[in-house]
């Protein structure tokens, strides 16, 4: 059964790379932002961002812009447009839900509530749900854009914690109520009335700024069928859009990989993203526990670059030119204890580094091997996503093949021919 799903996984990648029109694709609505007018970019490298509502650390926004082009947060973009101009500075706004500070201005008739009237909070922060088509909440929310947008130069808006997590998961205390039906929200209830709040932000934005939004989560909830109860459903009305969970969840340990059926739907879920014209954002959080941090967990010294070079060659082998990439170790890093200023959301690594060049072709399964690779033009990018190690692999390209190659993030020299280890990415480049 794995072996026909991923057949039929390399299959439909082959399509998307060949431009044949996926049965998911819809037409992009009149009010929509228009993604490929404002970014024309074409090639498949390498691409970072960075979610600096969590700061960045004592860096330079300079210097961080030079490497993170896409940044999502709070902070002025004078800096980060100073350090390059083609940096994209999208101001945070926290999606369908009010904080203390905002409840006041917005009004208690916005909020969403439960089968016992009250109001509904999300897991760990003190911030309650509304209702995302109330139409008190659609005036606060276009002049909460326009404050946002008017003789500023940030560069677009970004809609946190959209998709279907207060209907389907256990982030909030409790189910909100529709007041349409005075049942509980379906996922299709939700998501529609997200769409009617996504729209009103788009009409307030100012004609060339992007919109973005954060609600992807892991592969086999947007492929949750059918796709009205799918993240999907979202897309049409922003011009990009985040996963803050592919790969892994935040909490688990770091021992837990994705399984393979799990892997592919994250891997389908880039190359649909980029099909439908949108940017794509993927966040690997390598947090484990209460800490919010892996660092203390056992092997960490191992596990951790394990994990970084197994979601980031992920990454790259599905990527198109629109795709972005960022790895986290930490939720807050203030190791002076002088509070979240100094959190770091743009850490960096040495395989960012890496001289990979350009893709030169398209993901593809090594034989029958269980081991997926791509190529670029100064090396190759390679996955085993099984919990079995690979012996003996070796490329169909034999000019490829008969390489030695670096091995980036430990310089280590690499032949073709040698066993890959369970749950392993590798960034080669030529020797």
């Known amino acids: 059964m794995m072996q026909h799903f991923a057949k039929s996984v390399i299959l439909s990648l082959v399509?998307?790379?060949?431009?044949?029109t996926s049965?998911?694709?819809?037409?992009?609505?009149?009010?929509?932002?228009?993604?490929?007018?404002?970014?024309?970019?074409?090639?498949?490298?390498?691409?970072?961002?960075?979610?600096?509502?969590?700061?960045?650390?004592?860096?330079?926004?300079?210097?961080?812009?030079?490497?993170?082009?896409?940044?999502?947060?709070?902070?002025?973009?004078?800096?980060?447009?100073?350090?390059?101009?083609?940096a994209k500075c999208i101001r945070y706004m926290l999606g369908p839900y009010v904080d203390p500070k905002t409840l006041p201005l917005a009004g208690e008739e916005v909020l969403a509530l439960s089968d016992q009237g009250k109001r509904i909070k999300a897991s760990g922060f003190t911030n309650w749900v509304i209702v995302p088509d109330n139409p008190r909440w659609l005036e606060f929310v276009k002049s909460e854009v326009h404050k946002a947008m008017d003789n500023s130069d940030w560069d677009g808006v970004f809609s946190d914690s959209m998709g279907t997590a207060p209907v389907d998961t256990n982030y909030v205390d409790a189910r909100p109520i529709n007041p349409h039906t005075k049942k509980p929200y379906t996922a299709e209830e939700w998501l529609a009335a997200e769409v009617v709040m996504l729209k009103a932000v788009n009409e307030a934005l100012p004609k060339g700024r992007l919109h973005i939004l954060n609600g992807l989560t892991r592969g086999n909830r947007y492929w949750a069928e059918p796709e009205s109860a799918s993240p999907r459903a979202l897309l049409p009305y922003v011009d990009g859009?985040?996963?803050?969970?592919?790969?892994?969840?935040?909490?688990?340990?770091?021992?837990?990989?994705?399984?393979?059926?799990?892997?592919?739907?994250?891997?389908?879920?880039?190359?649909?993203?980029?099909?439908?014209?949108?940017?794509?954002?993927?966040?690997?959080?390598?947090?484990?526990?209460s800490q919010f941090t892996s660092t203390t967990q056992p092997d960490a010294d191992k596990l951790i670059p394990q994990w970084l070079r197994f979601s980031l060659c992920s990454y790259l082998l599905a990527a198109g030119p629109h795709s972005y990439?960022?790895?986290?170790?930490?939720?807050?890093?203030?190791?002076?204890?002088?509070?979240?200023?100094?959190?770091?959301?743009?850490?960096?690594?040495?395989?960012?580094?890496?001289?990979?060049?350009?893709?030169?072709?398209?993901?593809?399964?090594?034989?029958?091997?269980?081991?997926?690779?791509?190529?670029?033009?100064?090396?190759?990018?390679?996955?085993?996503?099984?919990?079995?190690?690979?012996?003996?692999?070796?490329?169909?390209?034999?000019?490829?093949?008969?390489?030695?190659?670096?091995?980036?993030?430990?310089?280590?020299?690499?032949?073709?021919?040698?066993?890959?280890?369970?749950?392993?990415?590798?960034?080669?480049?030529?020797?």
């Open 241 to 289: 859009a985040m996963s803050e969970l592919i790969w892994r969840t935040p909490n688990s340990k770091l021992t837990d990989w994705p399984s393979l059926e799990l892997w592919m739907q994250e891997i389908r879920m880039i190359q649909d993203v980029e099909k439908r014209g949108k940017l794509g954002f993927y966040w690997t959080k390598c947090w484990t526990g």
């Open 325 to 431: 990439y960022n790895f986290d170790t930490k939720r807050t890093d203030n190791p002076e204890g002088k509070g979240e200023l100094v959190s770091n959301a743009a850490e960096q690594f040495p395989e960012y580094d890496a001289p990979l060049g350009v893709a030169t072709g398209e993901m593809q399964e090594i034989g029958k091997s269980g081991v997926y690779y791509r190529p670029f033009s100064n090396g190759v990018v390679l996955v085993n996503p099984s919990d079995k190690a690979a012996e003996g692999v070796s490329l169909p390209d034999q000019s490829m093949d008969g390489k030695t190659y670096i091995t980036w993030g430990d310089k280590t020299e690499f032949r073709f021919g040698s066993a890959i280890p369970p749950h392993t990415g590798l960034l080669l480049t030529y020797k």
């Open 15 to 20: 399509l998307l790379a060949s431009g044949a």
């Open 23 to 86: 049965s998911l694709a819809q037409s992009k609505p009149a009010s929509a932002p228009t993604t490929q007018q404002t970014l024309a970019t074409t090639e498949v490298r390498m691409r970072l961002f960075t979610p600096a509502w969590r700061y960045i650390g004592g860096q330079r926004p300079q210097d961080v812009a030079k490497r993170f082009t896409f940044i999502f947060g709070g902070m002025a973009p004078k800096g980060f447009h100073e350090g390059n101009p083609e």
